[in-house]
């Protein structure tokens, strides 16, 4: 089993700024992906920042030179920091991770994992 778990969401005024973090556990062989979206009511799923094994990263247009992806591949663990927040930025943040893992003692699988969501919300 393979489990996502995240932290930092929170409320923060305009202009504040937050640092979300998601550790994904349990019997993985490697991540390739992994990223932030984010899901406002009313709205649909979308993805805010990626990150690749090798570093590399992409931003949604509305968070680029606001937000930062990171990520520590020896502990399985991805950051998001967030400054400059304004109130469209409120939504449920989701880690998600592309990874492999350990299915049985002699195979592996590949698969898509999601965490449970942490609530940003930011006052105007």
């Known amino acids: 089993q393979v489990q996502l778990v995240e932290s930092g969401g929170g409320l923060v005024q305009a202009g504040g700024s937050l640092r979300l973090s998601c550790a994904a556990s349990?019997?993985?062989?490697?991540?390739?992906?992994m990223g932030w979206y984010r899901q406002a009511p009313g709205k649909q799923r979308e993805l805010v920042a990626g990150?690749?094994?090798?570093?590399?990263?992409t931003y949604a247009d509305s968070v680029k030179g606001r937000f930062t992806i990171s990520r520590d591949n020896a502990n399985n663990t991805v950051y998001l920091q967030m400054d400059s927040l304004k109130p469209e930025d409120t939504a449920v943040y989701y880690c998600?991770?592309?990874?492999?893992?350990?299915?049985?003692?002699?195979?592996?699988?590949?698969?898509?994992?999601w965490g449970q969501g942490t609530q940003v919300t930011v006052s105007s």
């Open positions: 990150i690749q094994s090798g570093g590399s990263t």
């Open positions: 998600n991770a592309d990874l492999s893992f350990r299915r049985s003692s002699f195979t592996y699988a590949r698969d898509d994992y």
């Open positions: 349990g019997s993985i062989r490697s991540i390739y992906r």
